[in-house]
């Protein structure tokens, strides 16, 4: 295990994105669902301003009041109060958001908003668009589900394997430990191991970020 120290690195970094692509997704449901709740208040009569502090109210409903977009929301609201512009706010959280679909919606509705466009009809697209397009992704995801089910299941099995051959035949792997030969079959088994993990993991996450 001493010799596989360096690698805990690149398994953090792995972990790491992984737990980024969910939170990436987390903030695509969420965005969509704020979207929706403002053109819902610009419907109602609001200001665009206010449409962002209904909002926001709304979100918290929703996602509870830790969730990333209602603490994106509270920032933008937060410094509305302040008089900071609506549209300086909107390209801040697009540029930090790193997603397409929020880029785009944010200057559509900007530039709708200084041209004094239909806002909700805007949204209302974004809405379909965005929509459209994560029923995609769970489609996809759904169809990838048992292939990583398949995976896990490979991943475990040499373990299970060594487990009941240690319990079932005490002394059947002795050779195998307490000299060179054997720590060095067992590093270099340990390592295809690894490898054929970390080939699995790739093609999973290759195939979520189709």
């Known amino acids: 295990m001493l010799l596989f120290i360096p690698l805990y690195p690149v398994l ?18 969420q965005f969509r669902e704020t979207i929706r709740a403002v053109s819902v208040a610009l419907a109602a009569g609001y ?8 909002a926001k109210k709304e979100m918290e409903r929703l996602f509870g009041p830790d969730a990333l977009m209602v603490c994106e929301l509270r920032q933008m609201v937060t410094k509305l109060a302040l008089n900071m512009p609506l549209e300086d706010l909107l390209e801040d959280f697009a540029r930090r958001s790193a997603s397409d679909d929020i880029q785009s ?3 559509v509705f900007l530039f709708a908003k200084r041209s004094g466009g239909d806002f909700i009809e805007i949204i209302r697209t974004t809405v379909h668009r ?9 489609q996809l995801e759904a169809d990838l589900a048992a292939r990583r089910l398949e995976s896990q299941i490979m991943n475990v099995v040499p373990l299970v ?3 009941y051959l240690k ?11 307490g000299n060179i030969t054997g720590i060095c079959v067992m590093s270099a088994c ?11 993991e790739h093609m999973q996450q290759m195939g979520l970020g189709a």
Not at 49 to 54: H, Q, Y
């Open 47 to 54: 200001s665009v301003e206010n449409s962002w502090l209904e």
């Open 130 to 138: 965005i929509g459209d397009r994560f029923e995609l992704q769970r």
């Open 105 to 107: 919606f944010c200057q």
């Open 167 to 177: 319990l079932t035949s005490p002394g059947y792997f002795d050779v195998l430990y």
């Open 161 to 163: 394997i060594l487990i």
């Open 12 to 29: 953090l970094s792995v972990q790491r994105k992984r737990l980024c692509k969910v939170q990436y997704r987390q903030l695509q449901e």
């Open 190 to 200: 340990l390592g295809i191991y690894v490898l054929a993990y970390a080939i699995s």
